[in-house]
Antibody, heavy 121, light 109 residues
Framework: EVQLVESGGGLVQPGGSLRLSCAAS????????MSWVRQAPGKGLEWVAN????????YYVDSVKGRFTISRDNAKNSLYLQMNSLRAEDTAVYYC??????????????WGQGTMVTVSS | SYVLTQPPSVSVAPGKTARITCGGN??????VHWYQQKPGQAPVLVIY???DRPSGIPERFSGSNSGNTATLTISRVEAGDEADYYC????????????FGGGTKLTVL
């Protein structure tokens, strides 16, 4: 079964750090773009970051540039999101998503169940 | 940056056809993807590359894209289709290339 399982969420104080993980199974992880997408309580989906199959290309939404780092370990079938200098507005459910890509664009065909990050004092 | 505009809400009676639009500048030149999200659940891809359906998605779901508007059409709407729907594109000209629309709440009357 194709599956993505996120972990690492929790409560953190403003200015703190957190590292999210996403464990992939049931498919060849190294063949796919991977992404993080978040959803603040009661709000819509917001893309956070993408990473190419070999990690050679990474993209971030402006609001997290310089604070968040996306990475992957293809040997461990795992995706990560290192989040530093966290702010209240980073509070959200964070989803890991698999990307299917062709030259016209990227779609997310498999999603994890999400992990909640709460930034509050 | 590229902006996608969706109506906040659409209402439809059971058995009728729902159409959810996604507006963007020359969106017809891009590939549009659609996601369904029910309360408390992760999003599910229902249409990709404008009009393709992933396996397991009913034929009642279809998509089109032309000019400045992409449309998700749900035929013979069922109570179980009530959900939030999001469109998404890849803006290749941007260094933050993934864009989601604001979402549309589909209410089945």
């Amino acid at each position: 079964e194709v599956q993505l399982v996120e972990s690492g969420g929790g409560l953190v104080q403003p200015g703190g750090s957190l590292r999210l993980s996403c464990a992939a199974s049931g498919f060849t992880f190294s063949s796919y773009w991977m992404s993080w997408v978040r959803q603040a309580p009661g709000k819509g989906l917001e893309w956070v970051a993408n990473i190419k199959q070999d990690g050679s290309e990474k993209y971030y939404v402006d609001s997290v540039k310089g604070r968040f780092t996306i990475s992957r370990d293809n040997a461990k079938n795992s995706l990560y999101l290192q989040m530093n200098s966290l702010r209240a507005e980073d509070t959200a459910v964070y989803y890991c998503a698999r990307g299917i890509y062709d030259p016209t664009g990227l779609a997310f065909d498999i999603w994890g169940q999400g992990t909640m990050v709460t930034v509050s004092s | 940056s590229y902006v996608l505009t969706q109506p906040p809400s659409v209402s439809v009676a059971p058995g009728k056809t729902a159409r959810i639009t996604c507006g963007g500048n020359n969106i017809g030149s891009k590939s549009v993807h659609w996601y369904q999200q029910k309360p408390g659940q992760a999003p599910v891809l229902v249409i990709y590359y404008d009009s393709d359906r992933p396996s397991g998605i009913p034929e009642r779901f279809s998509g089109s894209n032309s000019g400045n508007t992409a449309t998700l059409t749900i035929s013979r709407v069922e109570a179980g289709d009530e959900a939030d729907y999001y469109c998404q594109v890849w803006d290749s000209s941007s260094d933050h290339p993934v864009v989601f629309g604001g979402g549309t709440k589909l209410t089945v009357l």
